[in-house]
Protein backbone atom coordinates (compact mmCIF):
# COMPACT_ATOMS: atom_id res chain seq x y z
CA UNK A 1 0.00 0.00 0.00
CA UNK A 2 1.32 3.40 -0.99
CA UNK A 3 -0.21 6.98 0.15
CA UNK A 4 0.24 10.13 -1.27
CA UNK A 5 0.24 12.95 -0.01
CA UNK A 6 0.22 16.58 -1.99
CA UNK A 7 0.79 20.06 -0.96
CA UNK A 8 -1.13 22.84 -2.91
CA UNK A 9 0.53 26.79 -2.24
CA UNK A 10 0.01 30.11 -4.30
CA UNK A 11 3.45 29.42 -6.21
CA UNK A 12 3.52 25.72 -6.61
CA UNK A 13 2.36 22.20 -6.01
CA UNK A 14 4.48 19.54 -3.72
CA UNK A 15 4.04 16.41 -3.61
CA UNK A 16 5.27 13.03 -1.86
CA UNK A 17 4.47 9.24 -1.60
CA UNK A 18 5.36 7.14 1.29
CA UNK A 19 4.93 3.36 1.78
CA UNK A 20 3.04 1.47 4.83
CA UNK A 21 6.29 1.67 6.70
CA UNK A 22 6.91 5.71 6.30
CA UNK A 23 9.34 5.11 3.99
CA UNK A 24 9.35 7.80 1.06
CA UNK A 25 9.32 6.46 -1.97
CA UNK A 26 9.14 9.59 -4.70
CA UNK A 27 8.63 13.24 -4.07
CA UNK A 28 8.27 15.60 -7.11
CA UNK A 29 7.05 19.42 -7.48
CA UNK A 30 5.54 21.93 -9.48
CA UNK A 31 6.26 25.74 -9.99
CA UNK A 32 3.10 28.03 -11.01
CA UNK A 33 4.95 30.96 -11.68
CA UNK A 34 3.26 34.38 -11.92
CA UNK A 35 -0.63 33.91 -13.22
CA UNK A 36 -2.87 35.77 -14.19
CA UNK A 37 -6.52 35.94 -12.37
CA UNK A 38 -8.25 33.30 -15.04
CA UNK A 39 -5.27 31.05 -15.16
CA UNK A 40 -5.12 29.70 -11.85
CA UNK A 41 -7.94 27.24 -11.33
CA UNK A 42 -7.01 25.42 -14.95
CA UNK A 43 -3.07 25.83 -13.69
CA UNK A 44 -3.67 24.05 -10.14
CA UNK A 45 -6.00 20.96 -11.93
CA UNK A 46 -3.04 21.03 -14.31
CA UNK A 47 -0.69 20.62 -11.62
CA UNK A 48 -2.50 17.52 -10.13
CA UNK A 49 -3.05 15.84 -13.00
CA UNK A 50 0.78 15.60 -13.93
CA UNK A 51 2.41 14.73 -10.71
CA UNK A 52 0.01 11.88 -9.90
CA UNK A 53 0.34 10.79 -13.67
CA UNK A 54 4.30 11.18 -13.57
CA UNK A 55 4.46 8.99 -10.75
CA UNK A 56 5.96 5.29 -12.02
CA UNK A 57 3.40 3.04 -12.79
CA UNK A 58 3.91 0.54 -10.19
CA UNK A 59 3.52 3.34 -7.68
CA UNK A 60 0.11 4.42 -9.24
CA UNK A 61 -1.54 0.65 -9.26
CA UNK A 62 -0.88 0.19 -5.31
CA UNK A 63 -2.02 3.69 -3.90
CA UNK A 64 -4.07 3.23 -1.55
CA UNK A 65 -4.61 7.12 -0.35
CA UNK A 66 -4.89 10.62 -1.45
CA UNK A 67 -4.86 13.52 0.93
CA UNK A 68 -3.65 17.25 -0.19
CA UNK A 69 -3.75 20.52 1.69
CA UNK A 70 -4.30 23.84 0.49
CA UNK A 71 -3.94 27.59 1.29
CA UNK A 72 -6.72 28.36 4.14
CA UNK A 73 -9.09 31.31 2.89
CA UNK A 74 -8.72 30.59 -0.35
CA UNK A 75 -12.35 30.54 -2.19
CA UNK A 76 -13.54 29.07 -5.79
CA UNK A 77 -17.07 29.59 -6.68
CA UNK A 78 -18.36 26.41 -8.79
CA UNK A 79 -21.35 24.85 -10.48
CA UNK A 80 -22.03 21.04 -9.74
CA UNK A 81 -19.82 19.57 -11.99
CA UNK A 82 -17.04 22.16 -10.18
CA UNK A 83 -16.50 24.20 -13.26
CA UNK A 84 -15.42 27.40 -11.73
CA UNK A 85 -17.82 30.14 -12.36
CA UNK A 86 -15.13 33.07 -10.84
CA UNK A 87 -11.45 32.48 -11.03
CA UNK A 88 -10.50 32.12 -7.24
CA UNK A 89 -10.02 34.58 -4.63
CA UNK A 90 -6.63 34.22 -2.95
CA UNK A 91 -6.57 33.56 0.74
CA UNK A 92 -4.89 37.36 0.66
CA UNK A 93 -7.78 39.44 -1.35
CA UNK A 94 -9.37 42.04 0.36
CA UNK A 95 -11.84 43.14 -2.03
CA UNK A 96 -14.53 42.15 0.44
CA UNK A 97 -14.41 45.06 2.72
CA UNK A 98 -18.31 45.49 2.69
CA UNK A 99 -19.19 41.67 3.32
CA UNK A 100 -16.90 41.70 6.74
CA UNK A 101 -18.18 44.48 7.97
CA UNK A 102 -21.80 42.85 7.34
CA UNK A 103 -20.42 39.57 9.20
CA UNK A 104 -18.69 41.49 11.97
CA UNK A 105 -22.38 43.01 13.20
CA UNK A 106 -23.38 39.15 13.35
CA UNK A 107 -20.52 37.25 14.37
CA UNK A 108 -18.94 36.12 17.48
CA UNK A 109 -16.79 39.07 18.62
CA UNK A 110 -13.21 38.36 16.94
CA UNK A 111 -14.34 35.26 15.20
CA UNK A 112 -12.06 34.52 11.87
CA UNK A 113 -15.07 35.03 9.42
CA UNK A 114 -15.34 38.52 9.83
CA UNK A 115 -11.94 39.38 8.67
CA UNK A 116 -11.91 40.92 5.26
CA UNK A 117 -9.95 37.87 3.83
CA UNK A 118 -11.60 35.26 5.11
CA UNK A 119 -13.50 32.49 3.83
CA UNK A 120 -17.13 33.37 4.28
CA UNK A 121 -16.12 37.45 3.30
CA UNK A 122 -14.90 35.65 -0.34
CA UNK A 123 -17.98 33.78 -0.74
CA UNK A 124 -20.49 36.81 0.23
CA UNK A 125 -18.26 38.91 -2.32
CA UNK A 126 -18.93 35.88 -4.99
CA UNK A 127 -22.32 35.72 -4.17
CA UNK A 128 -23.08 39.36 -4.62
CA UNK A 129 -21.05 39.56 -7.67
CA UNK A 130 -22.61 36.23 -9.62
CA UNK A 131 -26.21 36.37 -8.36
CA UNK A 132 -28.33 34.00 -7.26
CA UNK A 133 -27.65 31.03 -9.66
CA UNK A 134 -24.06 32.00 -10.38
CA UNK A 135 -22.71 29.20 -8.41
CA UNK A 136 -23.75 26.02 -6.71
CA UNK A 137 -20.83 26.11 -4.69
CA UNK A 138 -18.45 27.95 -2.65
CA UNK A 139 -15.25 25.53 -1.82
CA UNK A 140 -12.33 26.38 -0.40
CA UNK A 141 -9.01 25.44 -2.80
CA UNK A 142 -8.53 21.58 -1.00
CA UNK A 143 -12.50 21.13 -0.83
CA UNK A 144 -12.24 21.88 -4.98
CA UNK A 145 -9.18 20.04 -5.72
CA UNK A 146 -9.89 16.54 -3.64
CA UNK A 147 -14.20 17.00 -5.57
CA UNK A 148 -11.80 16.92 -9.11
CA UNK A 149 -10.21 13.22 -7.88
CA UNK A 150 -13.64 11.91 -6.68
CA UNK A 151 -16.42 13.68 -8.75
CA UNK A 152 -18.52 14.12 -5.32
CA UNK A 153 -17.55 17.77 -4.29
CA UNK A 154 -19.10 19.58 -1.27
CA UNK A 155 -16.87 18.27 1.82
CA UNK A 156 -14.65 20.36 3.80
CA UNK A 157 -12.35 19.71 6.82
CA UNK A 158 -12.97 21.93 9.45
CA UNK A 159 -9.44 23.61 9.81
CA UNK A 160 -10.48 25.17 6.05
CA UNK A 161 -14.25 25.49 7.35
CA UNK A 162 -13.17 27.87 10.19
CA UNK A 163 -12.69 31.07 7.92
CA UNK A 164 -16.48 30.37 6.39
CA UNK A 165 -17.73 30.44 10.06
CA UNK A 166 -18.25 27.05 10.78
CA UNK A 167 -18.68 26.48 14.90
CA UNK A 168 -15.78 23.76 15.79
CA UNK A 169 -17.59 23.31 19.28
CA UNK A 170 -20.49 21.18 17.12
CA UNK A 171 -18.78 20.97 13.92
CA UNK A 172 -21.85 22.66 12.09
CA UNK A 173 -22.50 26.02 9.97
CA UNK A 174 -24.09 28.37 12.65
CA UNK A 175 -27.56 30.17 12.39
CA UNK A 176 -25.46 33.43 11.52
CA UNK A 177 -23.94 31.68 8.52
CA UNK A 178 -26.69 30.42 7.24
CA UNK A 179 -28.87 33.87 7.57
CA UNK A 180 -26.01 35.32 5.48
CA UNK A 181 -24.75 32.96 3.04
CA UNK A 182 -27.05 29.47 2.74
CA UNK A 183 -25.56 26.86 4.03
CA UNK A 184 -26.46 24.73 1.20
CA UNK A 185 -23.64 26.34 -0.83
CA UNK A 186 -20.85 25.81 1.74
CA UNK A 187 -19.44 22.36 1.29
CA UNK A 188 -20.10 20.06 4.82
CA UNK A 189 -17.50 19.82 7.16
CA UNK A 190 -15.53 16.79 7.63
CA UNK A 191 -12.74 15.93 10.27
CA UNK A 192 -9.24 16.28 8.29
CA UNK A 193 -8.31 12.37 7.63
CA UNK A 194 -11.51 11.56 7.16
CA UNK A 195 -12.60 9.88 4.01
CA UNK A 196 -14.30 10.85 1.06
CA UNK A 197 -15.15 8.74 -1.32
CA UNK A 198 -12.60 6.63 -3.80
CA UNK A 199 -11.18 8.17 -6.79
CA UNK A 200 -13.67 8.63 -10.03
CA UNK A 201 -13.76 5.09 -12.01
CA UNK A 202 -12.88 7.89 -15.19
CA UNK A 203 -10.35 9.83 -13.31
CA UNK A 204 -8.83 6.24 -12.00
CA UNK A 205 -8.71 5.31 -15.53
CA UNK A 206 -7.40 8.60 -16.75
CA UNK A 207 -4.62 8.64 -14.30
CA UNK A 208 -3.65 5.36 -13.98
CA UNK A 209 -4.32 5.20 -10.55
CA UNK A 210 -5.71 2.02 -8.63
CA UNK A 211 -9.64 2.40 -9.08
CA UNK A 212 -9.72 1.39 -5.06
CA UNK A 213 -7.55 4.51 -4.02
CA UNK A 214 -9.29 6.14 -1.23
CA UNK A 215 -9.71 10.11 -0.97
CA UNK A 216 -9.32 11.97 2.57
CA UNK A 217 -9.92 15.16 3.36
CA UNK A 218 -6.93 16.97 4.33
CA UNK A 219 -6.38 20.66 5.78
CA UNK A 220 -4.64 23.69 5.57
CA UNK A 221 -1.40 24.61 4.30
CA UNK A 222 -0.66 26.00 8.24
CA UNK A 223 -1.80 22.97 9.94
CA UNK A 224 -0.04 20.85 7.66
CA UNK A 225 2.64 22.60 8.50
CA UNK A 226 2.62 22.43 11.93
CA UNK A 227 1.66 18.29 12.06
CA UNK A 228 4.86 18.40 9.81
CA UNK A 229 6.97 19.38 12.77
CA UNK A 230 6.49 16.47 14.78
CA UNK A 231 4.82 18.78 17.40
CA UNK A 232 3.97 16.48 20.42
CA UNK A 233 3.02 18.11 23.78
CA UNK A 234 1.00 21.23 24.56
CA UNK A 235 3.27 24.62 24.48
CA UNK A 236 4.73 23.67 21.61
CA UNK A 237 5.45 26.37 18.51
CA UNK A 238 5.52 26.18 14.62
CA UNK A 239 7.07 29.02 12.50
CA UNK A 240 6.82 27.91 8.87
CA UNK A 241 8.94 28.96 6.64
CA UNK A 242 7.77 28.83 3.03
CA UNK A 243 9.52 26.74 0.50
CA UNK A 244 12.34 25.86 2.36
CA UNK A 245 14.02 22.43 1.27
CA UNK A 246 14.09 21.36 5.15
CA UNK A 247 10.11 22.15 5.31
CA UNK A 248 9.71 20.17 1.86
CA UNK A 249 11.49 16.84 3.24
CA UNK A 250 9.74 17.03 6.69
CA UNK A 251 6.14 17.47 5.21
CA UNK A 252 6.91 14.68 3.18
CA UNK A 253 7.68 12.39 5.89
CA UNK A 254 5.77 13.55 8.66
CA UNK A 255 3.31 15.30 7.49
CA UNK A 256 1.41 13.23 5.18
CA UNK A 257 1.13 10.31 8.06
CA UNK A 258 -0.37 12.28 10.45
CA UNK A 259 -3.13 13.15 7.67
CA UNK A 260 -3.41 9.67 6.29
Known amino acids: ?15 CVIAADGAILAADQRDFGTLAEHERADIWREALWDLIASLPPAIRSQMSAIALDGTSGTVLACD ?30 GHPAAAVTSGLAKVLWLKKYLGFTGARLYLNQADWLSGLLTEQAGFADYHNALKMGLDLDTLQW ?7 ADSHYLPAP ?21 PGCRVHAGTTDSIAAFLAAGVSQSGD ?24
Do not use: K
Not at 2 to 8: A, E, M, P, R
Open 1 to 15: MYFLGIDFGTSGARS
Open 174 to 180: PAWVNQL
Open 80 to 109: EALTPRHPPLLYNDDRAVDEARLIATIAPP
Open 190 to 210: VEPGAELATVSRARARYLGVN
Open 237 to 260: AVTSLGRAGWWRQQYGRRGIEAVL
